[in-house]
């Protein structure tokens, strides 16, 4: 038996490699995104550890290119919803009574076979399938889906390590169970790192999964199982399943072995999956946990006395990386008059200078936002800013989905507050400006805090750092991650924890401790070293 007491330090950071041409991760990676383009695979369910093939298929096309066929995947059923479940509950127990350090191990392996021998590989998945840059694949699909793994075991040993005081004449301690049941993990399909942690931040605290891939995500999402497997996880550990979410969310929330969801997606679908487990409230063994990370209308607010330079790139980067679809993405912009004509002359330089095309190109910095129903939300934003009285496009406007999904980046001046695209989601490469007068500080930045349902990112430019703590105290519920002087987006494992409140989810942080203290139960132990036998107070004798 070891019995040796092990402490896991915080880790670094996984580099981020440069992938200039000619380098070794350049011509692996090249030769990843030949293969993976050159054939058609079969992707199964993974339920209790054996691939599971129902003959109800669907495709994973390129987004930049929807012609163009990866994969066709297995579409589970009830039936095999069932067997998942099954199959987690089956594994529950072994899985949460192994040793912790075990438990770390495995995650510290996937992490190492993810960071080496797969790192092409699940980076060419992630452009061809997501359509994702180099560089935007490099930090989702590798960088940060590593960082995960490694932090969420240090975070985990310091959850261990977190004990009561003990007095004379006992022994007092907190085990940290796993919840009872089996957990629901939603991904979206927006970054590969966060499918990736929605199941392994649970597991590494001993729950078992079961996985609803999102659909336009499964062929970076298979192969993260894969080497989930190959990295010594157990069967029905993570239990992954493709298909229809209502089928796949009928069945688990229905179950009342249901210990958990963790969630990342619309605002609307969390709602609805809250409703349904209220509606359920009286089949479950436990109150289930909800852990959710929703919508956003991240906001970029600037003080007069901003860099203009620095906020054109920070809106810029903000709203356009990643083709707008980060939940952090910044959607909203306040700006100063006299400060807009240089703001909107710096961001029409970008975005003239920058390329829009398939991820095969390294030149391209824009790619193609998801699929056909995320272009047709892009356009018709932008045909009703076309149409408004109070809104003009200034920036961009165009879109095309003869080839691939692409939409041109796109920003929106407007005169009201309260213009439709200042209020809701869009999830794509488009940002509305609001000019305010330079007088009226004070009734712009309270628009910034009244118009969002929302509070996931903001960030507030300005080179007077008192006008600036000034403005993040005022905003201070607006956002769970608030930046001063920089763009809303670009959380970093370790570094700045994620989430945010409001319509935004339940701010439990992924990448920090409290989101992994959601997945335990803790049980209080005390031991007595010498029982009392009599009941007087000492006062009676």
């Known amino acids: 038996m070891n019995n040796s007491i092990f402490s896991f330090p915080l880790p670094a950071n996984e580099p981020v490699k440069s992938y200039l041409e000619g380098s070794p991760e350049r011509i692996a990676l090249d030769a990843e995104i030949a293969r993976l383009s050159s054939e058609v695979i079969d992707i199964p369910l993974v339920i209790g550890g054996k691939e599971v093939r129902t003959g109800n298929t669907g495709k994973v096309v390129m987004p930049h290119n929807h012609s163009h066929v990866l994969a066709t995947y297995h579409k589970a059923g009830e039936k095999e919803v069932q067997m998942a479940i099954d199959a987690a509950l089956a594994a529950h127990k072994q899985w949460s009574e192994t040793d912790w350090r075990v438990r770390a191990s495995i995650m510290l392996k996937a992490a190492d076979l993810f960071a080496g021998k797969y790192r092409a590989t699940i980076n060419a998945a992630c452009m061809l399938g997501q359509s994702k840059n180099i560089y935007q694949a490099e930090i989702d699909a590798v960088c940060e889906l590593i960082d995960f793994l490694r932090y969420n075991v240090a975070f985990a040993c310091k959850i261990y390590s977190t004990q009561p005081k003990s007095a004379y004449g006992q022994i007092n301690s907190v085990e940290y169970r796993a919840l009872e049941g089996f957990i629901l993990a939603v991904t979206p399909f ?127 980067c903000g ?103 200042m209020e809701e989601e869009i999830f794509g490469p488009i940002l509305t400006v609001y000019v305010y007068d330079d007088d009226k500080l004070e009734e712009a930045i309270k628009d910034c805090e009244s118009t969002s349902p929302y509070g996931l990112t903001g960030s507030v430019f300005a080179q007077d750092r008192l006008a600036a703590e000034k403005i993040t105290e005022a905003l201070r519920y607006c956002a769970g991650n608030f930046y001063i002087n920089d763009k809303p987006t670009g959380a970093v494992v370790g570094m700045q924890p994620f989430g945010g409140s409001r319509a935004s989810g339940t701010n439990d942080k992924a990448g920090g401790e409290y989101n992994l203290i959601r997945w335990v139960t803790p049980r209080t132990i005390k031991e007595t070293l010498v029982s009392p036998v009599t009941y007087k107070y000492s006062y009676m004798d």
């Not at 809250?274 to 956003?296: A, D, I």
């Open 190 to 316: 927006n970054f590969t790192s966060i499918a990736s942690n929605l199941n392994m931040a649970p597991a590494m605290m001993g729950n078992t999964t079961v996985w609803k891939a999102s659909t336009t995500a499964i062929l970076s999402n298979y192969y993260v199982m894969k080497v989930f497997m190959e990295a010594g996880l157990p069967a029905g550990v993570v239990n992954f399943l493709c298909g229809q979410g209502s089928v796949i969310g009928g069945v688990a929330l229905a179950s009342p072995d249901l210990a958990g969801i963790h969630f990342t997606g619309s605002s609307a679908t969390f709602n609805h999956l809250w409703k349904q487990v209220g509606e359920n409230l009286h089949r479950y063994k436990s109150y289930p946990r909800l852990v959710g990370e929703t919508g956003g209308k991240d906001f970029i607010f600037v003080h007069p006395s901003a860099s203009v330079e620095a906020v054109s790139n920070a809106a810029f």
């Open 319 to 421: 709203a356009f990386e990643f083709q707008g679809q980060k939940c952090s993405a910044a959607s909203r912009m306040y700006a100063p008059k006299s400060l807009w004509g240089g703001i909107l002359e710096g961001i029409s330089r970008r975005a003239a200078e920058v390329k829009m095309g398939e991820v095969s190109d390294p030149q391209n910095f824009i790619n193609a936002v998801i699929d056909e129903a995320s272009f047709d939300n892009c356009a018709s934003y932008i045909e009703y800013a076309k149409g408004a009285s109070d809104a003009k496009i200034v920036v961009g406007g165009n879109y095309d989905k003869s080839v691939g999904y692409f939409v041109q980046p796109t920003v929106i001046e407007t005169s009201n507050p309260h213009f439709k695209s």
